[in-house]
């Protein structure tokens, strides 16, 4: 079982709509999570960290924590066409100091 | 405030050589991670320095190694370069680990 499993994508939504991308994690010990979006050719970028179960919003976007079901959700409303990227789910265990990336979720935005 | 910088952000090697990767983290980040990306294997974690000690190391061969130095420089070397080493190698530095790190542009490494 990988350590982070995020669902396969590609996602395609309309311009407008609600993108939501999932992710589940292994290690019960985790503490940290992260989301970031990476663009063709560049590298992550750091959209989003929750650590606390519930939700975190910013913007367009929110992030959702579930530590008893180990599950970490995004969601981007109001998809924008500039949306469009590759979003990745990291998760952090204390004293471990590393990220543990899922594959990504691939998201096209539609105008 | 500049971010995390890397060089060269471009590398061809042929199989045999060895390369050395060169990061410079946000100033006032003491913690410098590696990472390869790939198609294949997504972004995988290769090791952790905080103030010139490796904290964490990834599950790659001993080819694979890295250091930091007193001003949180950090470096990292491939030798016995193989095709399957061609990848993006991303450095990230953090001021607290558990808030986040922040990527570099990475170097493309290509191995003919």
């Known amino acids: 079982q990988k350590e982070v499993e995020q669902n396969s994508g590609p996602l395609s939504v309309p311009e407008g709509a609600i993108a939501s991308l999932n992710c589940t994690y292994s290690?019960?010990?985790?503490?940290?999570f992260f989301w970031y979006r990476q663009y063709s050719g560049k590298s992550p970028e750091l959209i989003m960290s929750?650590?606390?179960?519930g939700d975190k919003e910013d913007g367009r976007f929110t992030a959702q924590l579930n530590k008893a079901s180990q599950y970490v959700s995004l969601l981007i409303r109001d998809s924008q066409p500039s949306d469009s990227a590759t979003y990745l789910c990291?998760?952090?265990?204390?004293?471990?100091?590393?990220?543990?990336f899922g594959a990504g979720t691939t998201v096209t935005v539609r105008a | 405030k500049a971010g995390v910088t890397q060089t060269p952000r471009y590398l061809i090697k042929t199989r045999g050589q060895q390369v050395t990767l060169s990061c410079s983290p946000i100033?006032?980040?003491?913690?410098v991670s590696w990472y390869q990306q790939t198609p294949g294997q997504g972004l995988q974690f290769l090791f952790e320095?905080?103030?010139?000690?490796?904290?964490n190391k990834g599950n790659f061969p001993g080819r694979f190694s890295g250091r930091q130095f007193s001003n949180s420089r950090s470096e990292m070397n491939v030798s016995t370069l193989e095709l399957g080493d061609s990848a993006l190698y991303l450095c990230?530095?953090?001021?607290?680990?558990?808030?986040?790190?922040?990527f570099g542009s990475g170097t493309r490494l290509t191995v003919v």
């Open positions: 990230a530095s953090s001021l607290v680990s558990s808030y986040g790190y922040t």
């Open positions: 290690d019960r010990g985790s503490q940290s």
């Open positions: 929750i650590y606390s179960n």
């Open positions: 990291a998760v952090s265990t204390p004293n471990d100091y590393k990220l543990s």
């Open positions: 100033s006032g980040h003491r913690s």
């Open positions: 320095y905080f103030s010139e000690t490796q904290r």
